[in-house]
């Protein structure tokens, strides 16, 4: 039987701060990084529809 759903926590102060900053300035991230993500995900949808 699956477990109930937890509640999200608000975030308040500092935390909410520094999330909402992370948020709006995120790391950039490198095209083969991007690449990898992308066969990856391929390679998972092909597993996905076989079954």
Do not use: C
Not at 23 to 40: F, W, Y
């Amino acid at each position: 039987m699956e477990t109930p759903w937890r509640e999200t926590p608000v975030l308040y102060g500092e935390d909410a701060r520094r999330f909402e900053e992370r948020m709006k300035h995120p790391k950039p991230v490198s095209k083969e990084t991007l690449e990898r993500i992308e066969l990856a995900y391929e390679i998972f949808k092909k597993n996905v529809k076989n079954q």
